[in-house]
């Protein structure tokens, strides 16, 4: 095992237990983000040709107006703050900003396309702190749709491996656009390999809505899933989202976007998220506790064959918050029809000293004692 590899283990073990008071703070309250996305800089060293996400031309936001930001975000209660893009690795002062995201005690995350990492880039991610980055890789040999390729990032990839302290999720894409499906699990498998976890987005059109997965595309997806093992939280959002999205079905949810969920675009303004921009586009400095609460329960016409994977997994928080048992039902459902859910032990022991019983009776005082006990350790009571 790389040194590089014992120092990430290491924090890992940190920042779930950061993560775990995250989660915790999320489930107790609904009243303050879970997670913004915040560009620091529209320009992109790429040109993918589904995005509709850069141009060419804009300088990065400056760094006293990026630093604001953050202690807007800090101030509104927000758990996690991620760049993206454009493409934030061209913004000179992005370390800086990590520096202040971490300073408010809010995890600090990054979405790449990897092409500005050196070793001595990924050592300088590390000193300021970054926790978390992704990089989504689109095919195996790079195309006149997309230079976000194995081949040529797969040097990036071992740097990562060989030097990063933070986490690294690789993505894999399928669906509209990709040419071919077998790359989605080339990547996946080289990923592994690495050491890093990995998801498999399903691409969304212009207007962030699904075209269902086919033939090919349907049974590397079933291979891809078969490989990866996720750990409980994306097994769970497999279950609930993607397998009806990889079959082209819609799910029924509550798209929490413009609450728990923020975009913060270049010029500071509040969207529901990165295809939705223009709703309901208010200045960060003016958003409110009203807003919060007004766009938690707003139905967005959008959402049933929404494709935004951030935006469903801080849904699932609230689901949990509002319907505990209905959600573990649904992220853990039975093998077969007529049989209860399997849920694994860890849950089953969670489910035990946090849920009253089912039979309507008085939770035992030893559960109850240890849920409070629980709580106290992850700071939330
Ligand atoms: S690298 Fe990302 S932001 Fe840049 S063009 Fe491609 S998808 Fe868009
Ligand atoms: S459902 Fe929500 S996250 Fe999805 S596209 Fe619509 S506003 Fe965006």
């Given at each position: 095992?790389?040194?590089?590899?014992?120092?990430?283990?290491?924090?890992?073990?940190?920042?779930?237990?950061?993560?775990?008071?995250?989660?915790?703070?999320?489930?107790?309250?609904?009243?303050?983000?879970?997670?913004?996305?915040?560009?620091?800089?529209?320009?992109?060293?790429?040109?993918?040709?589904?995005?509709?996400?850069?141009?060419?031309?804009?300088?990065?936001?400056?760094?006293?107006?990026?630093?604001?930001?953050?202690d807007l975000l800090a101030a509104l209660g927000t758990g996690i703050i991620t760049f993206s893009g454009g493409e934030p690795l061209l913004h000179p002062e992005l370390d800086e900003i990590i520096r202040r995201i971490r300073s408010h005690g809010i995890i600090a995350t990054l979405i790449t396309n990897g092409y500005l990492l050196t070793p001595e880039r990924i050592q300088q991610l590390n000193r300021a702190g970054l926790e978390h980055l992704q990089i989504s890789i689109d095919n195996v040999q790079p195309d006149d749709v997309s230079k976000k390729s194995l081949k040529v990032l797969d040097k990036k990839l071992q740097w990562l491996a060989e030097h990063a302290w933070f986490d690294v999720n690789i993505n894999s894409v399928l669906g509209a656009g990709v040419r071919n499906p077998a790359d989605a699990l080339t990547i996946t498998r080289r990923a592994l390999e690495l050491g890093f976890d990995t998801t498999v987005g399903i691409?969304?059109?212009?207007?962030?809505?699904?075209?269902?997965?086919?033939?090919?595309?349907?049974?590397?997806?079933?291979?891809?899933?078969?490989?990866r093992k996720p750990a409980f939280w994306a097994f769970a959002y497999d279950n609930l989202f993607h397998k009806n999205l990889a079959l082209g079905q819609s799910n029924e949810w509550q798209c929490r976007a413009g609450s728990r969920y923020l975009y913060i675009c270049e010029d500071g303004l509040v969207h529901y998220c990165s295809q939705q921009r223009g709703y309901p586009a208010i200045p960060l400095e003016k958003y409110t506790s009203e807003d919060l609460e007004r766009e938690y329960w707003t139905r967005k016409p959008c959402a049933p064959y929404c494709t935004i994977s951030c935006v469903h997994r801080v849904a699932m928080i609230d689901l949990v918050r509002e319907k505990p048992r209905q959600a573990l039902a649904r992220f853990f459902p039975p093998g077969q029809a007529g049989t209860p859910a399997k849920l694994p032990l860890g849950i089953r022991f969670l489910s035990s000293i946090f849920l009253t019983p089912e039979n309507g009776r008085p939770q035992n005082p030893a559960a109850k004692a240890m849920a409070g006990a629980v709580m106290r350790v992850l700071g939330i009571k």
């Open positions: 095992m790389t040194l590089a590899r014992s120092v990430r283990n290491l924090r890992s073990l940190d920042r779930r237990f950061r993560q775990a008071r995250m989660l915790g703070r999320a489930i107790k309250s609904s009243h303050h983000p879970i997670l913004a996305h915040i560009i620091p800089i529209r320009r992109c060293n790429l040109s993918c040709a589904y995005c509709n996400e850069y141009d060419k031309v804009s300088s990065p936001v400056p760094i006293a107006e990026m630093l604001r930001r953050v691409i969304h059109d212009h207007s962030g809505q699904l075209r269902p997965l086919e033939g090919e595309e349907r049974s590397v997806y079933q291979q891809i899933q078969s490989e």
